[in-house]
Nanobody, 120 residues
Framework: QVQLVESGGGLVQAGGSLRLSCAASGSIFSINIMGWYRQAPGKQRELVAAVTSGASTNYADSVKGRFTISRDNAKNTVYLQMNSLKPEDTAVYYC??????????????WGQGTQVTVSS
């Protein structure tokens, strides 16, 4: 059993900042990739940022220079620092992990989602 628990969403004014956290727990052997996706009303879920176990990162063009993803491998936790937020960043943000369980099965896991709302 693997769980991803997110925290840090909320309401912020345009130009403000928020920091999201996601902790993975359970029968984890190793985590290959951790990242954040988001889904706005009426839109498809999209990748925001991801980080590998070797600290390589990937960002959506729309957030480059504003968002920073980081990871604490010892705590199985990923963070998303979001600065200079815009109303178009409003969405439900989902934590994602591609990981191997202790039985060596590789699967995708998702958090429950956390709402980020940016007011203009």
């Amino acid at each position: 059993q693997v769980q991803l628990v997110e925290s840090g969403g909320g309401l912020v004014q345009a130009g403000g900042s928020l920091r999201l956290s996601c902790a993975a727990s359970g029968s984890i052997f190793s985590i290959n990739i951790m990242g954040w996706y988001r889904q706005a009303p009426g839109k498809q879920r999209e990748l925001v940022a991801a980080v590998t176990s070797g600290a390589s990162t990937n960002y959506a063009d729309s957030v480059k220079g504003r968002f920073t993803i980081s990871r604490d491998n010892a705590k199985n936790t990923v963070y998303l620092q979001m600065n200079s937020l815009k109303p178009e960043d409003t969405a439900v943000y989902y934590c994602h992990a591609l990981l191997s369980t202790i039985s060596r099965k590789v699967n995708d896991y998702w958090g429950q989602g956390t709402q980020v709302t940016v007011s203009s």
